[in-house]
């Protein structure tokens, strides 16, 4: 597998390049995970991070590349397939 390397920007990795393996497309996944394990044994907490454009060039606004973005909510949001009925509101 093709790694490509990835800053993220925001939360505790901020400023930090990884290797992320990219799909079949070339693109890194939608959502990185990062589990981070608790002093005290208990479930690890998850940081979470959404793929963004890195920027787009000048002349012709081509993108230039992907970076993750720090998601301080830590939820994914769900799928919403075009066939199903909205939420009614709470």
Request: aromatic share 12%; proline share 21%.
């Amino acid at each position: 597998m093709r790694s490509e390397p990835t800053p993220f920007e925001g939360g505790p990795m901020d400023g930090r390049v990884l290797p992320v393996l990219v799909g079949p497309t070339g693109h890194p996944p939608k959502w990185y995970e990062i589990p981070v394990p608790t002093p005290d044994g208990g479930p690890p907490t998850v940081l979470l991070y959404e793929r963004v454009p890195a920027g787009y060039s000048k002349r012709l606004h081509l993108q230039k590349g992907w970076k993750y973005a720090y998601a301080p909510s830590g939820q994914k949001p769900k799928i919403r397939w075009p066939w199903t009925k909205p939420q009614p509101p709470a």
